[in-house]
């Protein structure tokens, strides 16, 4: 089913996926239905009157968590007519409630079957996203009195979906149902609630979810309010960045996910739907992405990370000590060990990333205490950058599963299987090291120097650091550099050997501050150059290279996540043109997305399309694309802490016109920032 004729409502790791009637027909492979912790809770959701499905007049997507359907039934050529209409609606708070409404509006009144189809599969998420649904237990369904249990158990792996309703109503093992009568202009109400549980290894009762009653709405609407008002506002005479910002907040509140550790503390899941969980990589970026709008996000996402640090070797997760996760996994496929998510460290940018997040978080707030509480963590993740991810002995960080069945071949965020290659289009050995995971190190281990001189009482060890870093930095800007392209290589094979494709990846390397003063302007010119920037941003591999394909995953598709820090770095740099040629680029893509950028978009040229093409089974919202132009904003605006204080330095696109961040947090208190873009003469002109 394409994302275009689907309707979703989220809370956190909770969701829905629906038809447009508010129907769910789920087969094995499609994202459809209520999932909670990665296990789908209902696969079938069909509501028929009279043996008859209806029909959809109209949906409104009210808030993140919940929607309303109105429908009528019959088909199309009967809408102007019908004596019935039909209410139906949903919320999701942990769990599911939907409300039905039926109204007649006939001269005479009417007797009505309405029924509910129920079903649960309990796929694995990762069963869907694989497309095979292979489940080793067994299904039940026990009707009772007053409510449908619907069941799976496979050893003491347990999970339940009990669905009951506020009108008496006859339950079978496929489903239940009323009987009706309404007069003339009479309504009929129920409400349905669906209440998801759990029974984890070693018998452990948990209620995954809790029921979405009126008042838990109120507190779910209180909390998405009180999360906008106490995020910065923004103004603008852009018409549409306003708009964008605040999408990008919502959304952002939707993607909250509080893992069972936390105690209702939270942090970004990565994206809906495959990626509704806690990953390394990406909440971190995230966090550094919406810093200046909500920091608390940063807090715990470090916490949670670093309480979950890899602490010994393990081939099957690809653990490593001081290695942080990948991702954590919480359904059955994790439970059983047939896939190593709970968690998986095979990434190797998590690591130095955390280490950075650490280090621009207490920029940002002042939080000494958060840098001493995890100063074992952090020297733990330096230790692993020197001792275990530099396979090949030579400095660099590398990766190689050793995981061979179920592990990720690629761990750099460029995951997908043909994303690293050399110019001839053939694809290296193994161990690989990327250019940006390097830049990472290096910005890390400066960092972590900063962190040792001021907090850790420990400036042998911060001398030492700044020493490597700086011997890192010379090395990388020796072997790394396509002398004929004049760019950086986008990885290393194992013999040294240059994949010499023209990537996004260096400008992450201008981010993190590792590229050679004198070669920048020649990278900030790839970076704005037609082989790469398509007018809407930059493509992942340039146009060109062999394995260039605008709709290709890793390989020649705009990502706005990785737009974002390429302005970033390109500000880093002082190319301030180049990094608001890239924010116009992008906040203008977003605009035709309704405000909510999604994981990734087609790479083809401006003038070609006229309008973003969309990547087909793109995530959205997606956490670091929701935090895109938050970055870019403070990217425009010029905004970083310095010796305690807020700069502001702005350069903004010619059009832009003034914009206004009133009230950013930070360890200044809180303060205001303001800028006026150049105006546009050719507009002018016209």
């Not at 708009?243 to 907040?249: D, G, P, T, V």
């Not at 950075?356 to 978080?361: F, G, I, K, R």
Request: proline share 5%; glycine share 8%; net charge negative.
């Amino acid at each position: 089913m394409g994302q275009s004729n689907t309707i979703r409502i989220l809370d956190g790791n909770t969701f829905v996926v629906s038809e447009e009637t508010g129907d769910i027909e789920a087969t094995p492979n499609e994202p459809t239905g209520l999932f909670s912790l990665d296990v789908r809770f209902l696969s079938r959701w069909v509501l028929t009157i009279n043996g008859e499905r209806l029909n959809a007049l109209s949906y409104d997507d009210l808030q993140y968590y919940e929607a309303r359907f109105f429908l009528v039934p019959g088909m199309a050529t009967h809408y102007v007519d019908a004596k019935l209409s039909i209410i139906r609606e949903r919320a999701v708070g942990g769990s599911f409630r939907e409300q039905l409404t039926i109204l007649n509006h006939d001269e005479k009144a009417v007797d009505l079957e309405v029924r509910m189809d129920a079903g649960a599969d309990f796929a694995d998420l990762f069963q869907v996203k694989d497309e095979i649904l292979n489940k080793k237990g067994e299904l039940y369904a026990e009707a009772e009195s007053d409510r449908l249990r619907l069941g799976y158990r496979r050893g003491n792996f347990v999970r339940e979906t009990v669905i009951s309703s506020s009108r008496p109503a006859r339950y079978d093992r496929n489903g239940f149902a009323y009987s009706v009568h309404l007069e003339p202009n009479e309504q009929w109400h129920a409400e349905i609630d669906v209440q998801t549980f759990a029974l984890g290894p070693g018998g452990r009762d948990l209620r995954l979810g809790l029921t979405v009653h009126g008042h838990e709405r109120l507190a779910l609407q209180h909390d998405l309010e009180e999360w906008i008002a106490k995020a910065p506002k923004v103004n603008s005479e852009h018409d549409k960045l306003a708009a964008i910002y605040r999408r990008s907040l919502i959304d952002l509140a939707a993607l909250r996910f509080a893992p069972l550790s936390l105690g209702g503390q939270t942090l970004p899941a990565a994206g809906l739907p495959w990626f509704m969980t806690m990953f390394g990589r990406d909440s971190i970026l995230t966090c550094l992405q919406v810093l200046p709008f909500a920091p608390e996000l940063s807090k715990t996402t470090l916490r949670i990370l670093a309480s979950l640090q890899g602490s010994r070797f393990d081939d099957f997760r690809d653990e490593d000590p001081g290695r942080i996760l990948h991702e954590m996994r919480y359904g059955e496929t994790a439970a059983f060990e047939e896939q190593p998510h709970s968690p998986y460290y095979g990434s190797v940018d998590a690591t130095p990333l955390f280490v950075v997040l650490l280090d621009e978080y207490e920029r940002w707030s002042g939080d000494a205490a958060l840098v001493r509480e995890l100063e074992r963590e952090c020297r733990a993740a330096l230790k692993w950058i020197d001792d275990y991810a530099d396979l090949a002995g030579n400095g660099y960080i590398w990766y190689e599963r050793r995981n061979t069945e179920t592990g990720l071949e690629n761990q750099c965020w460029k995951d997908s299987w043909d994303s690293i290659s050399y110019a001839d289009g053939s694809l290296p050995p193994f161990p690989r090291a990327t250019c940006e995971v390097q830049g990472y190190a290096y910005d890390a281990k400066l960092r972590a120097a900063r962190m040792a001189r001021e907090f850790w009482d420990d400036p042998a060890f911060a001398d030492r650091l700044e020493r490597e870093a700086a011997a890192l930095k010379e090395r990388f800007n020796r072997d790394w550099w396509v002398a004929d392209g004049e760019y950086y290589a986008l990885a290393l094979d194992p013999d040294g050997r240059q994949c010499d494709v023209l990537s996004s990846n260096i400008g992450h390397l201008l981010w993190s501050g590792i590229v050679d003063h004198d070669r920048a302007e020649k990278i900030a010119r790839h970076m704005v150059g037609p082989r790469l920037f398509t007018g809407w941003g930059v493509r992942t591999l340039a146009e060109g290279e062999v394995r260039y394909n605008p709709i290709g995953y890793h390989n020649g598709t705009i990502w706005p996540f990785d737009n974002s820090f390429i302005a970033w770095g390109l500000r880093r740099y002082g190319f301030a043109e180049e990094a608001a040629t890239i924010a116009s680029g992008i906040l203008d893509a977003a605009t035709y997305f309704d405000g909510r950028l999604p994981e990734a978009f087609g790479g083809y040229p401006r003038e070609q399309t006229k309008f973003p093409v969309e990547y087909p089974t793109a995530c959205s919202p997606q956490a670091w694309s929701t935090g895109a132009p938050l970055l870019l904003l403070r990217t425009m605006l010029g905004l970083e802490p310095h010796e305690g204080h807020l700069a502001v330095d702005p350069v903004l696109p010619v059009g832009m016109g003034r914009i206004e961040v009133l009230d950013i947090p930070g360890r200044w208190g809180r303060v205001d920032a303001f800028a006026r873009g150049r105006l546009d003469l050719d507009k002018l002109a016209d």
